[in-house]
């Protein structure tokens, strides 16, 4: 079984974040779910983007940086959109890395390094008329291309957090699929 990492996303560590993690948990995976914002959760992305903004962005991202160093290296990073600027940037540079889980978001590589790490494995997932995905769906084409241990989901629809089934956004059965296929991933590592 797997060591999960699971950073939240803007919204906070929601209800529908918990149970995603509670469902690994289920499957026998050990999920550490810290949470960034200290309690707060916000019922819109700009609430929650100025909240992030007024506490610093670089603040909050080195201390989801900093739970990790509480955890042995052999990690899958795991993240929600604004999780995954953290959970990538660790997948990319912190050695022992097993594994890495991109929801709803993607950065280029090149932020964090020259190229993917040999021998991690990596899914992204993300729907196609989302408007900050489809900001990322470059990045993640390029990821999923420059290596064979990447694998790129895409969904059909627009909504943003659609794996977090506490929001408006969520799409039960796109949410169903991608839970299936964290399954395998994370069987495999």
Same mark, same amino acid.
């Given at each position: ?63 989801? #940086? ?17 999780? %995954? ?34 021998? %991690?494995? %990596? ?39 659609? #794996? ?19 399954? #395998? ?5």
């Amino acid at each position: 079984m797997a060591d999960v990492l699971l950073y939240h996303h803007i919204q906070g560590l929601t209800e529908g974040v918990r149970a995603f993690a509670e469902d690994l948990r289920q499957a026998g995976h050990v999920v550490h779910t810290p949470d960034l914002f200290d309690g707060r959760t916000f019922d819109s992305i700009e609430e929650g983007f100025g909240y992030a903004r007024d506490a610093g962005f670089d603040a909050i991202r080195e201390r989801g #940086a900093a739970a990790a160093d509480e955890l042995s290296p052999e990690l899958v990073y795991a993240g929600f959109s604004f999780g %995954v600027t953290i959970a990538q940037r660790l997948a990319q540079t912190r050695p022992g890395a097993r594994g890495a889980l991109l929801m709803h978001s993607c950065l280029p590589v090149a932020e964090f390094g020259t190229a993917w790490p040999e021998g %991690v494995p %990596v899914q992204i997932h993300g729907k196609e008329g989302d408007e900050f995905f489809d900001e990322d769906l470059p990045a993640a084409r390029e990821l999923a291309g420059s290596t064979p241990a990447a694998e790129l989901f895409v969904y059909p629809g627009d909504q943003h957090l659609f #794996a977090d089934s506490s929001l408006d956004a969520y799409d039960p059965d796109a949410a169903a699929l991608l839970t299936e296929r964290v399954h #395998a991933f994370l069987a495999s590592v």
